[in-house]
């Protein structure tokens, strides 16, 4: 069955560097859009990064120029390079998988960005 286990999260400060990776099994990386989202306390879960069967990546205002989402399909796993963090990314984040009406989600790693 299909199976997203993230991994890389954790307590970093300010202006410091993680990189998350989203371990894809059941399915071919490549013939879904990948995508990372987040949720931070209170507030709704919000597209990060996603990246599509073609490799084109998009990103949330918020983190363009900061973070990169990238996938290396012989190894089934999607990354989130984020450098130069701040407070404001600190949430839960959560890899999705989607093509047409099926969609997968992860159990989430947490990041914290404090000092």
């Known amino acids: 069955q299909v199976q997203l286990v993230e991994s890389g999260g954790g307590l970093v400060q300010p202006g410091g560097s993680l990189r998350l990776s989203c371990l894809a099994s059941?399915?071919?990386?490549?013939?879904?859009?990948m995508s990372w989202y987040r949720q931070a306390p209170g507030k709704e879960r919000e597209l990060v990064a996603g990246i599509t069967t073609g490799g084109m990546t998009n990103y949330a205002d918020s983190v363009k120029g900061r973070f990169t989402i990238s996938r290396d399909i012989a190894k089934s796993t999607v990354y989130l390079q984020m450098n130069s963090l701040k407070p404001e990314d600190t949430a839960v984040y959560y890899c999705?998988?989607?093509?047409?009406?099926?969609?997968?989600w992860g159990q989430g790693t947490q990041v914290t960005v404090s000092s």
């Open positions: 059941g399915f071919t990386i490549s013939t879904y859009v």
């Open positions: 999705n998988s989607r093509r047409s009406s099926n969609t997968y």
